[in-house]
């Protein structure tokens, strides 16, 4: 799947903030749309960062709650 589609599912249920500090280090903070709860990543690649959102979001999701196309 690619990252802008796993972004486009992520953004269904996060608010997203990206920042990048001086030592080339990315930070991806979600904040969940309902209960306000954030998860924050950390790595320099963007496309790591996504994964992780993407997989932590699929954690938290109750089963069968949502279908992922690709």
């Keep these: ?17 990206l920042d990048m500090n001086e030592d080339g280090q990315m930070h991806l903070m979600i904040f969940d749309k309902k209960d306000n709860s954030s998860e924050e990543f950390i790595n320099k690649s963007y496309s790591v960062l996504i994964d992780k959102a993407f997989r932590y979001m699929i954690k938290k999701l109750p089963p069968r709650s949502i279908k992922l196309h690709e």
């Design 1 to 17: 799947m690619r990252n802008t589609t796993k972004l486009k599912h992520i953004l269904q249920l996060y608010t997203v903030t």
